[in-house]
């Protein structure tokens, strides 16, 4: 039985973040949530035929938005609906994203945990409650204190807390607080962010107005970016990849999964999905979604099937976002082909370069050549020919 | 003279940019019949694309007009058509000597600009008669009697009986014709004579070699003959006479005063030098018809293919173009930077940005031009001269002894109100200021001496964005002279950028050093390393500036809804450095290349 992933998209904020250009909205109103849930368990049904007897889920992903701000029962019956649909490991992975002021109550913790949910992702993003006001967070730090505490109690083992960096002026030590906090919950898995400013956030606009040169930005950034590295490193957290980082054995599956390109069905609007060589993407607006489930029981709005040159390009851009890089063996089975062969004049240059280094085994990003990801993988990407 | 000669009329049409010659031309075509209709593209005599799009005329082209006269005469008018600009100075004023009159077309709401005067100046020189004609008189802004006056004070002009048209409308058209006949002299010129047929132009024609556009001056010529090209010393068997008439017809003979072509097998067009005298072989005039000289290009640049592998097809291009263009000089060049590619001569800069657009366009080719230089004069330690137009063949400072760079006369014709940004500017290109005449209240002239290599760089530009477009400029070389010259380097990571090394004079070199790493800082992106942007004369650094180092370039959040975004982004990217330059480490993107030449703001 083949193996595959579930991603669940919640759209709904109770107030977006300045800096957020993710697909979520807010103010939302009840009805319009409701009538989303019963079109998501619709689609998640239709998928029943096609998945079952050949696929068993290995993790599933509930995120968004903030799958915590509309009311528990949805996620109870999400849950539900996914476990009668489909046949879910019992050692499945099984993330939830949550704000520390939404349902965040040990009680609401412990309905989570009971519908099959095991691991919690928490936004905490800085513990600066002057900087979370700047940037539009709604909760504050107390909150969060009290979040993780909850899912502590309500039994659960595997916690992800998230945070981010690189915002304009910020103070550098109220961040290294930070990271001290974080390391003192214990919590099994952190994830650092450094900021990309999308041009379309409210934020981009205030920074703008207040005259920040982007650019210049970069070197408080690598500064924080190091001082987390290097401190979650000293206190038992693996970097497993360019921003996240595990305790020994809590690694998010999900997450590995995307960078192994491995099959995942993306349900909600925006949801992305990659099965049978092809990714396609649900729509991003909500009644859009609506009038095609109700129609179709599919919102699916664009699907593109990658060549051979193209899955290659992806194994290898992925790849590399992995601390250990990307297994040579691997590429060789799936692409029938001689990855060291097949890029042996890139892999000269970018190890002349110091940025790749590899052990015939595997190729991965030198310390600097994390910071110029983007370079390196650059140099694996065909040239297009008008 | 023979009747025929009698009605004979030879004449140009002379006008600023944009006044209507080509117009006018169209319709003295279209009047006359002289061309089928069907066939009559709307400004039949500017042939090229690029001359259409720019409302100039480049290649010379002629045509016989056959009119029926109020006199109730039939008389052949020979239309020869000028270039109009400054940089084909030497080509108008040949196709000027080959006729008796001008007519001299003047904006009837614009007045007289600088090229007009100076085209007027070139017509007088060769004593043709002028007939001024007042043209776009239906634009509500035209004023015809300010301007009028304006012919008669500054030109000196009789305006009586000056024809009003409107070549647009096709207005009073006739009017041109008539004043043709009755005002340009026939020809003169004895059938008895040793043949003396001045070349006024020439173009390449595949399948039958060079044809020479000539006009007869004295004796005649026929199929046949074996001819003398007095200049030049070649010698060829004439195939075919003919005159321009709706197209290429073929004649027994062209007698004095004809003009029309011949053919003779010539397979380089520079045998057939503009200005040359054609004579017979065996029975040659004793002299030579006056004014030949042989032009020499004044701005010379590199011209470089993006795609190193498109020299073959940059070559290939120059030849075919060089083929009906004698002007332009090209020969091989290598740049440690640019890789190989040609560097060019060309009579000016129009001319200079013609052959690039032409390459560009007509010859699909993306290409790099190095900053454009003037021909300087080094007289060296031992007392020899060398001629330099490539800043990279600069002999070391210790080798010079000094330096001369050529000085033009330039003529400005502009509003009154701007006179005073227009001198500012000149004063800051060391321009030696000669003197002002005021046209009429709001219209002056002035004139500077100015060296040339400050007005190859932007000064048209400069000119243009203080005046709103309102001046006209024309220059021309008048000497050489000596002066404090320098070699400017811009050193890219340390190394030496040969593409952009240029002379510039001591006193200017500072700014425009600084001004130059300032504007390319602003053209390199950063990338991993820091890459420090040095100005240095000799060994001397005279600026710096610095594009600080990238410090990342990496996306921090990667999961199954940004994949296949990630990998367009990349895509793009790539495409991006694929356009790029790599000098020594540091990729340079193309504009950075065009924004020196720009460093007016």
């Known amino acids: ?386 | 003279m023979s009747d025929r000669q009698q009605r004979i009329r030879n004449f140009s049409i002379i006008a600023h940019i944009d006044h209507g010659k080509s117009t006018l031309a169209d319709r003295l075509i279209e009047y006359t019949g002289s061309v089928d209709s069907r066939v009559m593209v709307s400004q039949l005599l500017d042939n090229m694309d690029l001359e259409r799009e720019r409302g100039i005329t480049i290649k010379l082209q002629t045509i016989r007009l056959i009119y029926h006269a109020d006199d109730g005469e039939e008389y052949y008018l020979n239309l020869i058509d000028t270039p109009g600009h400054v940089d084909f100075t030497y080509e108008v004023s040949r196709s000027l000597a080959a006729c008796e009159g001008a007519v001299l077309v003047v904006d009837a709401s614009q007045g007289i600009e600088a090229q007009t005067m100076a085209n007027v100046y070139l017509a007088l020189e060769n004593d043709l008669e002028i007939i001024p004609v007042l043209n776009k008189i239906d634009l509500p802004s035209a004023e015809p009697e300010r301007v009028l006056h304006e012919i008669e004070d500054v030109i000196g002009l009789d305006t009586t009986d000056t024809p009003m048209i409107s070549a647009k409308e096709g207005t009073n058209i006739k009017d041109v014709l008539e004043a043709v006949v009755r005002r340009v002299p026939p020809p003169k010129g004895d059938k008895q004579n040793p043949l003396k047929a001045l070349i006024f132009d020439s173009y390449y024609d595949s399948y039958r070699g060079v044809i020479v556009s000539i006009r007869v001056m004295d004796g005649q010529v026929k199929k046949d003959d074996r001819i003398k090209m007095m200049a030049t010393g070649k010698s060829f068997d004439v195939d075919e006479v003919g005159i321009f008439l709706n197209g290429l017809h073929k004649m027994e003979s062209l007698q004095p005063g004809d003009v029309g072509y011949l053919t003779a097998s010539i397979k380089n067009i520079g045998d057939t030098a503009v200005g040359d005298t054609i004579t017979f072989e065996k029975r040659p005039a004793d002299a030579p018809l006056a004014g030949y000289k042989k032009v020499n290009p004044m701005v010379y640049c590199g011209i470089y293919p993006v795609d190193g592998a498109k020299y073959e097809d940059l070559k290939e291009a120059l030849a075919k173009l060089n083929l009906n263009d004698a002007s332009l000089l090209y020969q091989p060049e290598t740049s440690a930077v640019l890789g190989f590619g040609f560097r060019c001569g060309f009579l000016g800069l129009l001319h200079m940005e013609i052959i690039q657009q032409r390459l560009e366009r007509e010859y699909n080719l993306d290409i790099v031009a190095t900053v454009p230089s003037v021909v300087y004069h080094v007289i060296l330690t031992d007392g020899t001269m060398m001629e330099v137009d490539n800043p990279t063949n600069m002999p070391p400072v210790t080798n010079i002894q000094s330096m001369e760079e050529p000085i033009v006369q330039a003529t400005i014709m502009l509003p009154t109100e701007y006179v005073g940004a227009v001198m500012e500017l000149c004063q800051a290109r060391r321009g030696v200021y000669l003197g002002m005449q005021y046209l009429e209240e709001t219209r002056v002239v002035l004139e500077y001496d100015m060296p040339l290599n400050e007005i190859i760089y932007d000064f048209f530009d400069a000119l243009k964005s203080r005046t709103k477009g309102y001046a006209s400029l024309d220059y021309e070389l008048k000497r050489y002279q000596k002066s404090e010259l320098v070699k400017l380097d811009i050193l890219l990571n340390l190394e030496i950028v040969d593409a952009l090394s240029f002379i510039v004079h001591k006193e200017k070199s500072y700014e425009r050093g600084r001004k130059i790493a300032e504007k390319l800082k602003g053209e390199i992106p950063r990338q991993m390393f820091e890459i420090p942007i040095q100005a240095a004369i000799g060994g001397k650094i005279i600026a710096r500036e610095t594009v600080k180092a990238m410090r990342k370039d990496v996306l921090s959040k990667c999961y199954g809804g940004d994949i296949s975004r990630k990998r367009k982004l990349l895509e793009k990217q790539k495409e991006g450095k694929k356009k790029m330059r790599q000098i020594g480490k540091v990729q340079v993107p193309q504009e950075a290349f065009l924004s020196v030449l720009k460093l007016d703001e």
Not at chain 1, 222 to 250: I, P, T
């Open chain 1, 1 to 386: 039985m083949k193996k595959i992933s579930l991603y669940i998209h919640i759209p709904f904020c109770k107030k977006k973040c300045f800096y957020c250009d993710f697909v979520s909205y807010e103010g939302v109103e009840e009805m319009v949530i409701e009538k989303y849930f019963q079109a998501l368990y619709e689609e998640i049904r239709a998928y029943r035929t096609l998945l079952n007897g050949n696929y068993s889920i290995e993790t599933i992903f509930i995120g968004g938005g903030t799958p915590n701000y509309v009311d528990v029962e949805y996620i109870e019956k999400l849950m539900q609906v996914i476990n009668d649909s489909f046949d879910v490991q019992a050692d499945a992975e099984i993330t939830m994203e949550a704000n520390p002021n939404g349902h965040a109550t040990e009680e609401d913790m412990s309905r989570y945990k009971r519908a099959g949910i095991n691991r919690i992702s928490l936004g905490l993003q800085s513990a600066d409650d002057k900087l979370l006001a700047e940037i539009g967070r709604s909760h504050c730090f107390e909150d969060f204190r009290h979040a993780f505490a909850a899912a502590r109690s309500a039994g659960f083992d595997n916690i992800n807390i998230d945070l981010i960096f690189g915002f304009f002026e910020q103070d550098q030590q109220a961040f290294y607080d930070a990271v001290g906090y974080v390391i003192e919950t214990g919590c099994e898995h952190v994830s650092a962010y450094s900021l990309k400013l999308g041009e379309e956030t409210p934020l981009y606009e205030v920074y703008m107005e207040r005259g920040f040169d982007l650019d210049d930005e970069d070197w408080a950034d690598r500064q924080m970016h190091q001082y987390v590295c290097d401190a979650l490193q000293k206190n038992g957290y693996m970097q497993y990849e360019l921003s996240n980082f595990a305790k020994e054995g809590y690694a998010c599956k999900h997450n590995l999964n995307y960078w192994n390109i491995q099959e995942y069905i993306g349900f909600g609007v925006a949801a992305h999905s990659y099965k049978d060589h092809a990714r396609f993407f649900n729509t991003s607006s909500i009644e859009q979604y609506l009038e095609d489930i109700k129609i179709n029981a599919s919102a699916i709005e664009e699907i593109e099937q990658l060549d051979v040159q193209k899955q290659k390009e992806e194994f290898i851009i992925m790849g590399l976002r992995k601390i250990k890089g990307i297994e040579i063996d691997e590429y060789n089975r799936r692409f029938g082909s001689d990855f060291l062969a097949d890029y042996s004049k890139e892999i000269a240059y970018l190890t002349e370069a110091k940025l790749l280094e590899n052990d015939k085994k595997n190729v991965w990003l030198s310390e600097e050549g994390r910071d110029f990801a983007n370079i390196v993988m650059m140099e694996f990407i065909a040239e297009i020919n008008y």
